[in-house]
């Protein structure tokens, strides 16, 4: 078992900026892809951002050059830097590796 938890959503303007945060407590020795997803009302969950246990990333086009995702292993701790931020940027933001999820943390973005 892993569990997630998430900090750092909020209002925020738009052009603004907002950091996520998720530690992973638990069985946590097998993690090696942690990930970003966000799901808006009446919308389907997608995926934002991913990074292995090697540094390597993969973006969901519609925030590649806004948001960075980055990984300090020591603290087993995922980040999510969102900066320019968009009204349809908002969303729950739920972190996640393998089958565990963490319980969301609201983004709202205003125009």
């Known amino acids: 078992q892993v569990q997630l938890v998430e900090s750092g959503g909020g209002l925020v303007q738009a052009g603004g900026s907002l950091r996520l945060s998720c530690v992973a407590s638990?069985?946590?020795?097998?993690?090696?892809?942690m990930g970003w997803y966000r799901q808006a009302p009446g919308n389907q969950r997608e995926m934002v951002a991913r990074?292995?246990?090697?540094?390597?990333?993969v973006y969901a086009a519609s925030v590649r050059g806004r948001f960075t995702i980055s990984r300090d292993s020591a603290k087993n701790t995922v980040y999510l830097q969102m900066n320019s931020l968009k009204p349809e940027d908002t969303a729950v933001y739920y972190c996640?590796?393998?089958?565990?999820w963490g319980q969301g943390t609201q983004v709202t973005v205003s125009s």
């Open positions: 638990g069985s946590i020795f097998n993690i090696a892809v």
């Open positions: 990074i292995t246990n090697g540094g390597n990333t």
């Open positions: 996640n590796t393998m089958a565990f």
